[in-house]
Structure formats: structure tokens, C-alpha cells
């Protein structure tokens, strides 16, 4: 079905049209509706199905032409980046209408973002502790909120925020629409949902622990001291176009980007100490291609939007299985395909048990192919797995050739 036929206002779907999609993905064919009907949706949907252009799409719509004081749409977003990526979102969307849309989030000065609200706009885009900050600077107020959209619920709990979000909720009228989403509804979750959402619709895609389809993951075992030695290698042999690196913490990102670059590569670096100007750069330059590889940490990278990022590697095992989902699902985004790798010493043998467990499947062990590995072997040695790389489990319809027909005489597998 083309976007056409979902009752769309026309200067939305001319921006539709101008940002290139030409088919709804399924979570954009199934929310549309259901928003345009005027229900509240709780919806679960794994990274890059298209959710921010399936709840964009149809609350422009609904906003229609009519202007009331202060804005009619609230968008909470866990982190400064995603806000300002959704915000992006929506102007792209309404580039052909004259819904203002601003961004609100913290690490950045307090004036541009109080001249934008106070000239008016009718779409808010917000981390919850900025925003609540102008709350009570009076400087925003939430009376004329038609449609709340409340995005990736499951990281504001985790980042603390989940107090703030109650309270931001209560500010709202009661008589209003409201978005839920979240990846995982865990009991203090499913608490507020059914505090903020009345008889919502429920759409689910895909399985929740699922990783995209379209990527391959595999583990690297090797022993701590020879890690960095094996990342570098790995940058050698693979052909790479863009390659996120997750680190567990910011002073470990900090340090492999400074290794990295020691090796010449031209790194950018993402993580929460960064100044926001620092973060801008960084994603840009990793974007726009200045940078071919970026180290981030989970948080600062969590639902970040980049094009083409063809590898994930895992310099650090994530601690938090979902972590790995997200993580990973920065690579295959809207269809593409991309590599997942984690880096996992012996010690991590747990963690990578934790995953494999919360993922359902079994990730392959790879070994690379002339690398001077120090130990024989850096995990125990395992039966050769029964099936293909990548492909088991809520894995369907994926080719089952390599991606870039690439590792051929590199890889070997264990
Ligand atoms: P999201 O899950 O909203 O972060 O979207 C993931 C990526 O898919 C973004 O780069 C979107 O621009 C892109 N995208 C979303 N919907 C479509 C569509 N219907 N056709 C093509 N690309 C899309």
C-alpha cells in the first residue's frame, strides 16, 4: 500500500515524497492509522523499522492548520542526540507546511532554545530534564498539548529520567492523545503506561529481542592484551565503509580513539562528556564520511541515525543483553545490510552467554585468519555451529551469502 492511501495531509506526504520513501515500512502502515483514528498507541518496534516517520507523519497530520498559544505536540526522547535527530524528522516532514517544530535538551546554552519558545512553536521535542528546567522557569507551558508522544520509554527509565517523565505527563491535559513506545514494557514501565495511555491500540514489530535481519553478527574471541591489536587488524581486513565502535565506558572510548588514530585512521568520538558542539561534529563528521570510524559509548549512541554505518564492532562486551540489540541495530538500518563483531575475551564468557540467551541464538566464533594469536584458543573449543552465520533463530528471509561476498580468504571459521 503507498503512503498515499493512509489519509495523509498532502504537503506531508509531499514531504514524504522529497525524503525519497516510496513504501511504508510495517510499522509506518500499521501506526499511521491507528494514530490518524485518534487512539493512544503503545507500540514496541525494533531500531531503524521507521518509527520516528510513523508517529511523525500522522501527528502532523492531526495538528492540521488550527494555532493555539504554547505547542500542541510534546516529544520526549531519552538523549540530546535523538531529540534532535526527531526534531529533524519533523521538519523534514513539514518542510512544506508552517508547523515550527523546537528542540529542547540540555548541554547547550538556555537562549536560543527560550527565544524559539517564546516566539512560539507547535511542536516540542525534549530531553525531560531541560524541559522540565523551563517548567519551572515558566517559560513553556503544557496546556495546549493535544498529542504526547513518549519515545524509547525503556532508556528513560534506565537513565533515571522515569520520575521527570511522571511529572512532565501530569502538566499535560488530561484530555489529549498519547504515543507510548518502548522496546520492553518491564512492570515499572507497564505502570506508566497505564497511567498516561487510555485504551491504547497495541502494534508490536517484530519480536522485540530480535536483531535486524540483514545483519551478520560473529564473535572475535581473544585475550584481553591483544584486543586493540585484533581491532586494528579487523579494520584491515574487512572492506569498511562506516564502522561504529561501542565502548563500555568514556575514558575506554577516549582511549581507542586515541589508538586509533595513533594508527592513522580518522576517528570521530561520541560519549556523555562530550560537549554538545563536540557531539555535533562528531556525528556530523561520521555522517557526511570526514570520519570513517566513530567510538561511542550506549547511551550517546542509543537510536543515533546514521546512514550506511556498515560495520558495528563491539570493542567491549556489552553488560546489558538488550544493549547488544541496540547496539547492533545501528548497522542494517531501513533495509541495508551490515556486520556486527564483538571483541570477547574469556572473561566475558557470561556476558556472551547472556545474550546469546536473550537474543535466542547462538553467536558463531570466528577466528582471524593470520592473526598472531598469542592462546591457542580464547574460548573454549565448541562443536562447529550446526547453522549459518547470523541466520538462526527470528532470523528469516536474509540472504545467505556474505553481505559484500568479502571475508573469502581472511576469515576462516573455528
Ligand atoms: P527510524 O526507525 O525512525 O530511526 O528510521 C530508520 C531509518 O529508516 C531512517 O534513516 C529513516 O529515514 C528511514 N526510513 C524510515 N521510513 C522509511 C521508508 N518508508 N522508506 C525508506 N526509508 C525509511
Not at 563500555?248 to 580518522?266: E, M
Request: proline residues 7%; positive net charge; charged residues 25%.
Amino acid at each position: 500500500m503507498p503512503f498515499t492511501k493512509l489519509g495523509l495531509a498532502p504537503n506531508f506526504l509531499r514531504g514524504v515524497q522529497a525524503m525519497g520513501y516510496t513504501e511504508p515500512t510495517p510499522i509506518q502502515l500499521r501506526a499511521i492509522p491507528a494514530v490518524m483514528s485518534g487512539r493512544d498507541l503503545i507500540g514496541s518496534a525494533q531500531t531503524g523499522t521507521g518509527k520516528t516517520a510513523a508517529f511523525a507523519l500522522p501527528v502532523l497530520s492531526l495538528l492540521g492548520i488550527h494555532k493555539k498559544e504554547g505547542p500542541r505536540v510534546l516529544v520526549l526522547e531519552p538523549t540530546r542526540e535523538l531529540a534532535a535527530q526527531v526534531e529533524t524528522a519533523f521538519r523534514d516532514f513539514a518542510r512544506f507546511s508552517d508547523i515550527r517544530a523546537t528542540v529542547v535538551h540540555g548541554g547547550v546554552g538556555y537562549g536560543r532554545q527560550r527565544s524559539e519558545l517564546r516566539a512560539g512553536t507547535d511542536i516540542v521535542v525534549a530531553t525531560p530534564g531541560r524541559l522540565m528546567d523551563f517548567l519551572q522557569e515558566g517559560e513553556i507551558r503544557l496546556g495546549g498539548v493535544q498529542i504526547l508522544v513518549l519515545d524509547e520509554v525503556d532508556r528513560m527509565l534506565d537513565m533515571g529520567f522515569i520520575h521527570d517523565v511522571k511529572r512532565i505527563i501530569q502538566r499535560c491535559p488530561p484530555k489529549r492523545q498519547t504515543l507510548f513506545f518502548s522496546a520492553t514494557v518491564p512492570p515499572e514501565i507497564a505502570a506508566v503506561a497505564s497511567f498516561a495511555l487510555r485504551d491504547p491500540a497495541r502494534i508490536e514489530i517484530g519480536a522485540t529481542r530480535s536483531v535486524p535481519s540483514l545483519v551478520t553478527h560473529a564473535i572475535y574471541p581473544v585475550h584481553q592484551e591483544q584486543k586493540f591489536e585484533l581491532l586494528l587488524a579487523l579494520l584491515a581486513a574487512i572492506d569498511f565503509n562506516s564502522v561504529l565502535i561501542f565502548s563500555r565506558t568514556k575514558h575506554g572510548a577516549d582511549r581507542i580513539a586515541k589508538r586509533l588514530r595513533d594508527a592513522n585512521h580518522s576517528v570521530a568520538v561520541l560519549h556523555a562528556n562530550r560537549s554538545q558542539n563536540q557531539r555535533i561534529e562528531a556525528l556530523e563528521g561520521f555522517r557526511s564520511g570526514r570520519y570513517e570510524v566513530m567510538v561511542a559509548t550506549d547511551i550517546a549512541a542509543r537510536g543515533i541515525d546514521v546512514a550506511g554505518v556498515s560495520h558495528v564492532i563491539n570493542y567491549d562486551v556489552p553488560e546489558n543483553p538488550e544493549d547488544y540489540v541496540h547496539r547492533i541495530g545501528r548497522t542494517g538500518r531501513a533495509q541495508a545490510v551490515g556486520d556486527a563483531f564483538t571483541l570477547a575475551s574469556p572473561e566475558n564468557a557470561s556476558d556472551v552467554r547472556a545474550i546469546e540467551r536473550f537474543i535466542g541464538m547462538e553467536i558463531p566464533r570466528l577466528k582471524l585468519e593470520g592473526f598472531p594469536y598469542k592462546h591457542a584458543s580464547a574460548f573454549p573449543q565448541r562443536p562447529e555451529p550446526q547453522r549459518q552465520r547470523g541466520r538462526q533463530g527470528p532470523f528469516q528471509g536474509a540472504p545467505s551469502h556474505h553481505p559484500r561476498g568479502k571475508p573469502g580468504a581472511h576469515w576462516r571459521r573455528r
